[in-house]
């Protein structure tokens, strides 16, 4: 047997103790079961989730033995993620009628209104259907979503965007670093992204991958590892 296989057996065999220990619900340091006479509330490693442990001092102790399993259960579960095909796009569904929204969305602003107000994407038909009862009721123009007047000047607008930006509202925080970026303010931009990726924005990942393999440096200095990273959260 080479020397890959013999690796490659020893991790299975690894993981399948692991797993059994995870079913048995011990701590895979020092053997403690859950709930027993210590009262051990065990928790899962976080990368893996193979195995239990009762603190983080065992967890620190069982790492040397525990790693490369680790490392291969993380991987893929990370594959997984990254392969799976998803339930529908990462602009997600109308609020209101809840149809999901096409890609297509962002470059059709005919079809589908994002509101400054809530940062909602309201698809037409909605915003149509809102439009005609406040003709019916004569009420003054709001948003379909939230009901906020609708801004009268593009300042009024610029500044209901920023409270949505105060307020760490993600979708806001892309926007304003895409017009920050615009007028040449690259590192405010940048700023604004990395805020709304850590709040799950899956452009905002894009936008900083794109920054982090620029030639030119612009936004970030190139760092081709980070550039993958937030290519793949943008792909999941």
Not at 12 to 38: H, L
Not at 98 to 109: F, G, Q, T
Not at 132 to 138: G, Q
Not at 146 to 160: A, I, M, S, V
Request: with cysteine; hydrophobic share 35%.
């Amino acid at each position: 047997m080479s020397a890959a296989a013999e690796e490659a057996d020893e991790i299975s065999t690894m993981v399948a103790n692991e797993s059994t220990t995870t079913t048995d619900e011990k701590c895979a340091s020092c053997g403690i079961p859950a709930g027993g006479e210590e009262n051990a509330k065990l928790k899962n490693c976080t990368a893996c989730r193979l195995v239990k442990y009762c603190g983080v001092v065992c967890q620190r102790n069982h790492r040397p033995q525990h790693k490369r399993a680790c490392k291969k259960r993380a991987a893929e579960l990370n594959d997984e993620l990254l392969f799976k095909q998803p339930e529908s796009t990462h602009l997600g569904d109308c609020p209101i009628c809840l149809l999901p929204i096409p890609l297509h969305a962002a470059k059709d602003p005919g079809r589908y209104n994002k509101l400054m107000c809530c940062s909602k994407l309201v698809c037409f038909g909605c915003s149509h259907a809102n439009l005609l009862r406040e003709e019916e009721a004569r009420l003054r123009p709001a948003c379909p979503f939230c009901r906020t007047k609708l801004p009268e000047t593009k300042e009024e607008g610029f500044l209901y965007e920023m409270k949505r930006v105060q307020a760490n509202d993600p979708v806001a925080l892309l926007h304003a670093g895409i017009r920050r970026f615009d007028a040449g303010d690259y590192s405010t931009a940048f700023g604004y992204w990395e805020k709304a990726a850590e709040l799950g924005d899956v452009e905002s990942h894009f936008r900083l991958s794109v920054a982090y393999s620029d030639d030119e440096g612009r936004c970030a200095e190139k760092d081709m590892k980070k550039f993958i990273h937030h290519s793949e959260q943008a792909a999941i």
